[in-house]
């Protein structure tokens, strides 16, 4: 049973080359996708938060007052 041409030394050289620019490429595509998860995961806390300092009444700048003197303590 025939096994083919056999690649050369420097064909082999450029598959891995190619191999590892689109590996590269899919890894920074998904590291962008995940920063934007992070950013939406962000705004959505961010959100959840101002809906319970509005709910509580205080004003934002009591809520800092707050946090500083229980890290304070």
Known sequence: MARGVKKSLQ???TQKEDLIEALSTRIKKERDELN???ELQKT???NELRIVVQK???EINDLIQMAQMQTAQ
């Open 44 to 46: 959505e806390e961010l």
């Open 56 to 58: 509580s009444g205080l």
């Open 36 to 38: 934007e998860l992070l």
């Open 11 to 13: 064909e082999k050289i």
